[in-house]
T-cell receptor, first 114, second 109 residues
Framework: DTGVSQDPRHKITKRGQNVTFRCDPI?????LYWYRQTLGQGPEFLTY????????KSRLLSDRFSAERPKGSFSTLEIQRTEQGDSAMYLC????????????FGPGTRLTVT | GQNIDQPTEMTATEGAIVQINCTYQ??????LFWYQQHAGEAPTFLSY??LDGLEEKGRFSSFLSRSKGYSYLLLKELQMKDSASYLC??????????WGAGTKLIIKP
């Protein structure tokens, strides 16, 4: 396994457009997380899945954001009606269940909204 | 509220030792993680502490005091490739990771 992968690596879109990102976790990991990170800040939690179940979603997350993990493998994160404030790095991470296990991060998708 | 504090930036010399501190106030505690993040790249795992004391892993060590809400990451024999941001993250009572803003470490020759 080559690790967590994300696609695309970069996305430039105009304000108001919808975008979708994909994450492929490490195959043995059943937990999958989405984070957003802006320059000079730590990752901000968005949502996480255990298998196909979305167990938690940040209260700070706008209704414009939605995530799916239909078969418990890859996941998608969609942002509708993008705004300039959505410009950030979107990180996906996966892990084994259990609290001592670290999260392995993908390379991220850098979104720029113009 | 939940809060994790780290210095914004530190500078050290190649070959020296540096200690990066992290203090936290969270709703519950279920472990503390340190990650390294090079500019433009994803975070990579360095260490995990859940009990008080020192965990050593090669040139890197991490210390935890739960009663003080305090941890530090110790980097020895600094190399130029250690120039990166170091992120402290705590698992709260909901088992979610709360992240600090990171400490940018600059290594000078």
């Amino acid at each position: 396994d080559t690790g967590v992968s994300q696609d695309p690596r970069h996305k430039i879109t105009k304000r108001g457009q919808n975008v979708t990102f994909r994450c492929d976790p490490i195959s043995e990991h059943n937990r999958l997380y989405w984070y957003r990170q802006t320059l000079g800040q730590g990752p901000e939690f968005l949502t996480y899945f255990q298998n196909e179940a979305q167990l938690e979603k940040s209260r700070l997350l706008s209704d414009r954001f939605s995530a799916e993990r239909p078969k418990g493998s890859f996941s998608t994160l969609e942002i509708q009606r993008t705004e300039q404030g959505d410009s950030a790095m979107y990180l996906c991470a996966s892990s084994f269940p259990g609290e001592a296990y670290e999260q392995y991060f993908g390379p991220g998708t850098r979104l720029t909204v113009t | 509220g939940q809060n994790i504090d780290q210095p914004t930036e530190m500078t050290a010399t190649e070959g020296a030792i540096v200690q990066i501190n992290c203090t936290y106030q969270t709703s519950g505690f279920n472990g503390l993680f340190w990650y390294q993040q090079h500019a433009g790249e994803a975070p990579t795992f360095l260490s995990y502490n859940v009990l008080d004391g020192l965990e050593e892993k090669g040139r890197f060590s991490s210390f935890l005091s739960r009663s003080k809400g305090y941890s530090y990451l110790l980097l020895k024999e600094l190399q130029m490739k250690d120039s990166a941001s170091y992120l402290c993250a705590v698992k709260d009572s909901n088992y979610q990771l709360i992240w600090g803003a990171g400490t940018k470490l600059i290594i000078k020759p």
